[in-house]
């Protein structure tokens, strides 16, 4: 059970990596295609709290969706941490 519960950890880590480093390039690739319509928009999180930005054109969806990823990633992250305490009071 632990052995598996290391490989799931592993591979969302890697995959996560490996999507951030995937967003970059095709922020920079997308960046040197288009020059006269830019819209960019994000998240940053500090401790818990995440700072939302938006700019162009597009910003303002920019901003919900980003919103929107902001809240997923709190709930997956509540629902990690209490799984991970069930297999902890379990052991």
């Known amino acids: 059970m632990v052995n598996s519960l290391k490989n799931v950890v592993?591979?969302?880590i890697f995959v996560g990596i490996v999507l951030c480093?995937?967003?970059?390039?095709?922020?920079?690739?997308?960046?040197?295609l288009t020059f006269d319509n830019f819209s960019a928009g994000g998240v940053i999180f500090i401790g818990?709290?995440?700072?939302?930005?938006?700019?162009?054109?597009?910003?303002?969806?920019?901003?919900?969706?980003?919103l929107a990823?902001?809240?997923?990633?709190?709930?997956?992250?509540?629902?990690?941490?209490?799984?991970g305490k069930e297999v902890a009071t379990d052991i």
């Not at 480093?21 to 920079?28: C, E, I, K, P």
């Open 10 to 12: 592993t591979t969302l």
């Open 69 to 83: 990823i902001a809240v997923l990633m709190a709930v997956v992250s509540y629902l990690v941490l209490k799984r």
């Open 48 to 66: 818990p709290l995440p700072i939302v930005f938006g700019s162009g054109k597009y910003g303002y969806h920019l901003i919900w969706i980003s």
């Open 21 to 32: 480093f995937l967003g970059v390039a095709l922020l920079l690739i997308g960046s040197f």
